[in-house]
Nanobody
Framework: QVQLVESGGGLVQAGDSLRLSCAGS????????MAWFRQAPGAGREFVAV????????NYADSVKGRFTISRDNAKNGIYLHMNSLKPEDTAAYYC????????????????WGQGTQVTVSS
């Protein structure tokens, strides 16, 4: 069982930066593939970025590649999403998720989810 709690969301202007954090629990946290998804009002849950277990390999959605960076600190059971050059279309609730399928961008492959943190980017 893994429990996840996100933090760091807020209201920013276009072009600003923001860092989201996700605190995880569980002794096997470091073995999980961890991902960030987002969901805008009226839309489905969209893959943002993934970081794979102890390999630290990463993958990104095309819409955020070059602007967002996912990282993890297994000693602190934490993952992070550094978001630069934010755009109004990045506005969404952001969720971290944990699973065992490597490098997956499918929400169904992640059984553990946080409660989400809201990011709003004004133009």
């Amino acid at each position: 069982q893994v429990q996840l709690v996100e933090s760091g969301g807020g209201l920013v202007q276009a072009g600003d930066s923001l860092r989201l954090s996700c605190a995880g629990s569980g002794r096997t946290f470091s073995s999980y593939t961890m991902a960030w998804f987002r969901q805008a009002p009226g839309a489905g849950r969209e893959f943002v970025a993934v970081i794979i277990g102890n390999t630290f390999k990463t993958n990104y959605a095309d819409s955020v590649k070059g602007r967002f960076t996912i990282s993890r600190d297994n000693a602190k059971n934490g993952i992070y999403l550094h978001m630069n050059s934010l755009k109004p279309e990045d506005t969404a609730a952001y969720y971290c998720a944990a699973g065992v399928v490597p490098n997956s961008n499918r929400p169904d492959d992640y059984p553990y989810w946080g409660q989400g943190t809201q990011v709003t980017v004004s133009s």
